[in-house]
């Protein structure tokens, strides 16, 4: 098992919702990019909340200023771990990434989605106390969750509402 670590946040003191993965996989540290796998449907999912359909299909660059522009972030919760593979499941010796502190750097914050089950069950245990900010514990976009994609979409879209306020 090797010692992986996660990108760096992408936010805005704008953002009003912020899209929190557990580690990067593989792929996407070997691309130096979030959600970086093919299969994985974060960009259709994350466009959807958006508003953007298109997003999958734009530049990496693009797709981040995109989210940013829609007043989407985007991090994760394990600042690094020994993990052998992408699989959540074999996430050993974690160490968190400090979410309050950059929660009290996004003033207009108003939810935060946790991208599958292992960065829910580690995200509110940390998030626990802030008060005022919706938590949406949200079905994986990995394609080893094999929920359908319109199922996970019906989901993820309840976070709109973030971005309506």
């Not at 298109?54 to 995109?66: G, N, Q, T, V, W």
Request: hydrophobic fraction near 45%; charged fraction near 25%.
């Amino acid at each position: 098992m090797t010692r992986k670590a996660s990108f760096p946040p992408v936010v805005r003191a704008d953002t009003k919702l912020l899209l929190l993965g557990s580690l990067p996989g593989e792929a996407s540290l070997r691309a130096d990019r979030y959600y970086a796998h093919p299969q994985n449907q974060f960009w259709k999912l994350a466009g959807a909340v958006a508003g953007l359909v298109d997003l999958p299909e734009r530049p990496y660059d693009d797709r981040l200023a995109s989210l940013l522009d829609a007043g989407i972030g985007l991090w994760d919760v394990v600042s690094d771990a020994l993990r052998c593979g992408s699989l959540d499941a074999a996430i050993r010796d974690h160490r968190t990434n400090d979410l309050v502190a950059l929660i009290e750097t996004l003033p207009e914050l108003r939810g935060v989605g946790f991208n599958g089950g292992t960065a829910a069950r580690i995200g509110r245990k940390l998030l626990e106390g802030v008060a005022e900010i919706q938590l949406f514990d949200l079905p994986s976009s990995s394609p080893a969750y094999t929920l359908a994609l319109a199922a996970k979409t019906e989901r993820w879209s309840m976070m709109r509402v973030c971005l309506q306020q």
